[in-house]
């Protein structure tokens, strides 16, 4: 091999990406998983990481799904408010004249 080519990379499925984070998670070291699963430790914090902000995108992504749904429900009421007050002022204008 030529000092230029580099070696192909490896590519892991999910569902061992999913086991290596599960077992860092469960309170194993980095160093031991990544030596057990024949892995680099660089590797192991970047998929905990990953795992972390998928997760905690769910979350967020049910928060402004909730926020959306309040919101919705204010610009309802505000609407039918707004539309009180135009058929009050028209009532009111008529019985000025």
């Not at 030529?2 to 998670?25: D, G, N, T």
């Not at 990544?34 to 795992?51: C, Q």
């Not at 408010?81 to 008529?94: P, Q």
Request: charged share 30%; aromatic share 4%.
């Amino acid at each position: 091999m030529r000092s230029s080519e580099k070696p192909a990379r490896r590519k892991f499925p999910p569902e061992f990406k999913s086991q290596a984070v599960k077992r860092v998670l469960s309170g194993h070291k980095v160093a031991a998983v990544a030596k057990a699963l024949g892995i680099g430790e660089s590797l192991l914090p970047t998929w905990v990481t990953r795992h972390r902000l998928s997760e905690d995108s769910g979350a967020l992504q049910a928060e402004q799904a909730a926020e959306i749904v309040r919101l919705k429900r204010m610009l309802a009421q505000k609407e039918e408010e707004a539309a009180i007050l135009k058929k009050a002022m028209a009532y009111l204008a008529r019985e000025s004249r």
